[in-house]
């Protein structure tokens, strides 16, 4: 996942408007691989998944 991807609009704006949102900038994220997820941006954690289609489940 690369950070400087999400995007957040900004309060009292509207799709519409000039520039509309907010752009966190490049981050680097620190990653928890046995507890699978993001340690130092929460937010990136929305984009984490654990769950596999039938037969394509980890071993």
Do not use: H
């Not at 949102?21 to 680097?28: A, C, L, Q």
């Not at 990653?31 to 954690?45: E, F, I, L, Q, S």
Request: charged fraction near 30%; charge should be positive.
């Amino acid at each position: 996942i690369k950070a400087f991807q999400y995007k957040v609009l900004q309060e009292g704006k509207t799709a519409n408007d000039w520039a509309p949102f907010d752009y966190p900038g490049r981050r680097k994220l620190m990653w928890d691989g046995p507890n699978m997820r993001v340690t130092n941006y929460d937010k990136a954690n929305e984009w984490v998944k654990g769950s596999y289609r039938k037969g394509w489940e980890l071993s």
